[in-house]
């Protein structure tokens, strides 16, 4: 179970709760520091917010920081959809090309190219659809609620 902290921003009595998630890139877990430039570029760049709405039974109140999973199969599910639907489109393209450029008698890797590149990018949209919809079907779950965070200010 992949688990994630997210904060609560508005809380329904319908059973809903809205909780906003801090999408965090991969810099800062590594020994590089400011060494590296991939740091520089990642700390240029705003953090992203993911906004969604998670069904619940318990009533958390606003800024209340909840402890998020979600299952790594409907993760894992959608990368395997994306990158390697992708690649066999590419080699069924390849090869369809090729049949067809025998049968037309013309130039095989052209063609051979051109049914790569065609069957590459519609299988691409079709996994992106499907990973899409499996994503949007996959509803995280809150594990626990963590409290309120400690304003320090005070």
Not at 32 to 42: E, F, K, L, W
Not at 100 to 125: E, K, M, P, R, T
Request: proline share 3%.
């Amino acid at each position: 179970m992949m688990e994630e902290v997210a904060k609560v921003v508005a809380n329904s009595n319908s059973g809903w709760v809205v909780v906003e998630v801090e999408m965090k890139s991969a810099c800062n877990h590594c020994d590089s520091g400011d060494a590296c430039g991939t740091s520089a570029v990642a700390k240029a760049f705003s953090v992203k917010v993911q906004r969604f709405s998670i069904q619940t039974e318990g009533v958390f109140a606003k800024g209340e920081r909840l402890k998020l999973g979600l299952p790594e199969s409907v993760i894992l599910k959608a990368a395997v959809l994306v990158y390697l639907l992708p690649l066999v489109g590419f080699f069924i393209g390849a090869y369809a090309g090729n049949l067809l450029a025998d049968s037309l008698v013309v130039n095989q890797d052209l063609l051979s190219v051109i049914g790569a590149a065609v069957g590459s990018v519609s299988c691409w949209s079709i996994a992106k659809k499907i990973a899409r919809s499996l994503e949007d079907k996959a509803q995280p779950i809150i594990i626990k609620s963590l409290g309120k965070p400690i304003d320090i200010a005070q």
